[in-house]
């Protein structure tokens, strides 16, 4: 009786062990096998391999990112502008970029009627520092003040000589993405010493409008036509401006 109680024991307690032996273990992946992907749904974007690019801009090659005639002084470089019609022929005009909003430069001009036609054909030559100041600017106003102190030297004889302090303001609005219209005043003031005779004081109050049209990004064409009174100590008569351009960014 003691023989089978320890029989029936022993069956009993070795059973589980047996069954637990039975169960093969996880199989053991092999290192050479490549690994399986599952593919991708088409409908799911692909990841960024990482942070994204972004390219440089280079600003003059954004529609009207400057413009020469009211108050959108360039970031950054040089400035070529030339100008024929009343009264000069030609005026050429560089102008520099400082700092942001302001630009220094200089011009050469041949003047013969100081903006009056009736002194039309007194020749001279106009030597003058050109500086360029932007108030307010945003993608459709532009608004700038220019100054252009300076020297004329007459060629005619009898001669005569001046002090010049041309300034200027403009407002400029964005009509379509290549073209600035606008309008403002100039005042050529000038102190007139002829060789023969005594000096005088000339204050033209010159009105009217602009139009500037960018080409490309770097080419502007421009025409200026204003009219006033051409004040001055001797007398006033008819005054006006009227002149075509062109401005390059270098």
Avoid: C
Wanted: cysteine-free; overall charge negative; aromatic content about 8%.
């Amino acid at each position: 009786m003691r023989s089978l109680a320890f029989v029936f024991a022993a069956v009993s307690i070795a059973l589980p062990a047996g069954t637990r032996a039975q169960t093969p273990p996880p199989p053991t992946p092999d290192p050479t096998t490549p690994p399986i992907v599952e593919p991708r749904s088409p409908s799911e974007p692909d990841e960024p391999a990482g942070d994204p690019v972004v390219e440089p801009v280079d600003i003059t090659v954004r529609g009207l990112s400057w413009d020469v005639l009211a108050g959108g002084v360039p970031s950054s470089g040089g400035l070529l502008q030339g100008e024929l019609g009343f009264s000069g022929l030609p005026r050429l005009a560089y102008h520099y970029t400082l700092m942001p909003g302001l630009s220094l430069g200089g011009l050469v001009a041949f003047d013969y009627a100081r903006w009056a036609p009736d002194v039309a054909f007194t020749s001279s030559l106009v030597v003058a520092a050109v500086t360029r100041y932007s108030i307010y600017r945003t993608e459709t106003w532009s608004i700038g003040l220019r100054g252009e102190p300076g020297l004329r030297i007459g060629v005619d004889s009898p001669s005569l000589y001046g002090i010049l302090l041309n300034l200027q303001g403009h407002i400029g609005y964005t009509v379509e993405p290549r073209l600035i219209v606008g309008g403002g005043v100039d005042i050529p003031m000038e102190v007139v010493i002829p060789s023969r005779g005594g000096a005088f004081f000339s204050a033209p109050l010159l009105f009217g409008g602009f139009l500037e049209f960018h080409v490309t990004p770097p080419l502007a064409l421009t025409a200026d036509l204003k009219f006033g009174p051409n004040l001055n100590t001797t007398g006033t008569v008819f005054g006006m401006r009227v002149l075509a351009g062109m401005a390059v960014r270098l």
